[in-house]
Protein backbone atom coordinates (compact mmCIF):
# COMPACT_ATOMS: atom_id res chain seq x y z
CA UNK A 1 0.00 0.00 0.00
CA UNK A 2 1.54 3.16 -1.51
CA UNK A 3 1.28 6.47 1.35
CA UNK A 4 -0.07 9.65 -0.31
CA UNK A 5 2.24 11.94 -1.34
CA UNK A 6 1.78 14.93 1.16
CA UNK A 7 2.60 11.82 3.75
CA UNK A 8 5.53 11.51 2.36
CA UNK A 9 6.39 14.74 2.30
CA UNK A 10 5.79 15.21 5.69
CA UNK A 11 7.47 12.14 6.89
CA UNK A 12 10.51 13.27 4.99
CA UNK A 13 10.73 17.07 5.80
CA UNK A 14 12.80 18.04 8.75
CA UNK A 15 11.46 18.11 11.98
CA UNK A 16 10.23 21.97 12.08
CA UNK A 17 8.09 21.21 8.79
CA UNK A 18 6.34 18.17 10.09
CA UNK A 19 4.44 20.27 12.49
CA UNK A 20 2.13 22.07 10.69
CA UNK A 21 0.01 20.17 7.33
CA UNK A 22 0.39 23.77 5.76
CA UNK A 23 1.96 26.86 6.00
CA UNK A 24 -0.02 30.39 6.05
CA UNK A 25 2.24 32.42 6.89
CA UNK A 26 0.82 36.14 5.41
CA UNK A 27 2.20 39.10 5.00
CA UNK A 28 3.96 40.94 7.89
CA UNK A 29 1.74 43.55 9.66
CA UNK A 30 2.86 47.01 8.72
CA UNK A 31 2.28 48.16 12.38
CA UNK A 32 5.63 46.10 13.83
CA UNK A 33 7.74 47.27 15.95
CA UNK A 34 5.94 50.33 17.16
CA UNK A 35 6.41 53.57 17.47
CA UNK A 36 7.78 56.58 20.20
CA UNK A 37 8.60 53.70 22.43
CA UNK A 38 4.89 51.88 22.05
CA UNK A 39 3.80 48.75 20.66
CA UNK A 40 1.03 49.34 18.39
CA UNK A 41 -2.64 49.57 19.47
CA UNK A 42 -4.36 46.22 18.25
CA UNK A 43 -6.45 46.33 14.89
CA UNK A 44 -9.26 44.07 16.08
CA UNK A 45 -9.58 42.31 19.42
CA UNK A 46 -10.91 39.27 17.34
CA UNK A 47 -7.14 38.67 15.88
CA UNK A 48 -5.03 40.75 18.20
CA UNK A 49 -4.22 40.81 21.96
CA UNK A 50 -2.14 43.58 23.44
CA UNK A 51 -0.96 43.86 27.35
CA UNK A 52 1.11 45.98 29.44
CA UNK A 53 2.69 44.27 31.92
CA UNK A 54 4.27 46.23 35.57
CA UNK A 55 7.10 44.92 36.50
CA UNK A 56 9.85 45.93 38.41
CA UNK A 57 12.58 45.16 36.01
CA UNK A 58 11.19 45.07 32.46
CA UNK A 59 14.67 44.49 30.86
CA UNK A 60 14.95 41.10 32.70
CA UNK A 61 11.76 39.84 31.74
CA UNK A 62 12.26 40.58 29.06
CA UNK A 63 15.60 38.40 28.76
CA UNK A 64 13.72 35.76 30.57
CA UNK A 65 10.58 35.59 28.06
CA UNK A 66 13.53 35.69 25.27
CA UNK A 67 15.10 32.15 26.68
CA UNK A 68 11.63 30.39 26.99
CA UNK A 69 10.54 31.43 23.48
CA UNK A 70 13.71 30.20 22.06
CA UNK A 71 13.24 26.66 23.21
CA UNK A 72 10.00 26.82 21.85
CA UNK A 73 10.10 25.08 18.26
CA UNK A 74 7.33 26.46 17.59
CA UNK A 75 8.54 30.01 17.30
CA UNK A 76 10.95 31.65 15.69
CA UNK A 77 12.43 34.80 16.89
CA UNK A 78 12.67 36.93 14.07
CA UNK A 79 14.52 40.34 15.77
CA UNK A 80 16.22 41.55 19.04
CA UNK A 81 17.23 45.15 19.35
CA UNK A 82 17.69 46.48 22.76
CA UNK A 83 15.01 46.02 24.30
CA UNK A 84 12.37 45.25 21.47
CA UNK A 85 11.76 41.83 20.47
CA UNK A 86 10.27 40.43 17.03
CA UNK A 87 9.16 36.64 17.11
CA UNK A 88 6.21 34.54 15.15
CA UNK A 89 4.11 31.72 16.41
CA UNK A 90 3.72 29.18 14.30
CA UNK A 91 0.29 26.99 14.75
CA UNK A 92 0.58 22.63 14.80
CA UNK A 93 -1.72 22.50 12.13
CA UNK A 94 -2.36 24.22 9.75
CA UNK A 95 0.71 26.50 10.32
CA UNK A 96 -0.81 30.01 10.85
CA UNK A 97 1.63 32.30 11.42
CA UNK A 98 1.23 34.95 14.36
CA UNK A 99 3.86 37.94 15.12
CA UNK A 100 4.52 38.53 18.78
CA UNK A 101 6.25 41.79 20.00
CA UNK A 102 7.76 42.35 23.20
CA UNK A 103 8.90 46.03 24.44
CA UNK A 104 10.77 46.52 28.18
CA UNK A 105 10.10 49.90 29.19
CA UNK A 106 11.68 51.18 32.21
CA UNK A 107 10.70 54.51 32.31
CA UNK A 108 7.53 52.99 33.47
CA UNK A 109 8.50 49.95 34.65
CA UNK A 110 6.45 47.91 31.86
CA UNK A 111 6.95 45.24 29.68
CA UNK A 112 4.83 45.66 26.63
CA UNK A 113 3.14 42.41 24.67
CA UNK A 114 1.31 42.35 21.63
CA UNK A 115 0.46 38.75 19.58
CA UNK A 116 -1.52 39.67 16.11
CA UNK A 117 -2.60 36.94 13.71
CA UNK A 118 -1.58 37.59 10.36
CA UNK A 119 -4.40 35.70 8.97
CA UNK A 120 -7.96 35.82 8.58
CA UNK A 121 -10.83 37.30 10.93
CA UNK A 122 -10.49 35.50 14.20
CA UNK A 123 -7.64 33.79 16.29
CA UNK A 124 -10.52 32.02 18.57
CA UNK A 125 -8.28 33.40 21.46
CA UNK A 126 -4.99 31.87 20.53
CA UNK A 127 -3.10 35.41 21.20
CA UNK A 128 -4.86 36.48 24.55
CA UNK A 129 -3.78 33.10 25.55
CA UNK A 130 -0.08 33.01 24.14
CA UNK A 131 -0.26 36.13 26.14
CA UNK A 132 -1.28 34.81 29.33
CA UNK A 133 1.05 32.05 29.76
CA UNK A 134 3.95 34.50 29.21
CA UNK A 135 2.37 36.44 32.17
CA UNK A 136 1.73 33.88 34.01
CA UNK A 137 5.66 32.82 33.50
CA UNK A 138 6.60 36.14 34.53
CA UNK A 139 4.55 36.46 37.49
CA UNK A 140 3.10 40.11 36.10
CA UNK A 141 -0.05 41.32 37.63
CA UNK A 142 -2.75 41.28 35.03
CA UNK A 143 -2.59 42.67 31.82
CA UNK A 144 -3.78 45.87 30.93
CA UNK A 145 -3.38 47.89 27.59
Same mark, same amino acid.
Do not use: K
Given at each position: ?? *?? *?????? =? &? ?14 ? +?? +????? &? ?7 ? #? ?16 ? *????? @??? !????? =??? !? !? %? ?11 ? =? /?? /? ?15 ? @?? #? +? ?12 ? %? ?15
Amino acid at each position: MA *LP *LAVLLL =I &SAPLPARASLLHLVGP +VP +VEIGG &SEGRLAPCP #SPAHCARADWPLADPAAA *LELLE @ALL !EADPA =ISL !E !E %RSGPYLHATASSR =I /FG /FVDDLELLADPDRALLQ @AR #S +VSRLGDSDLGVNAR %RLERLRVELGADQPGG
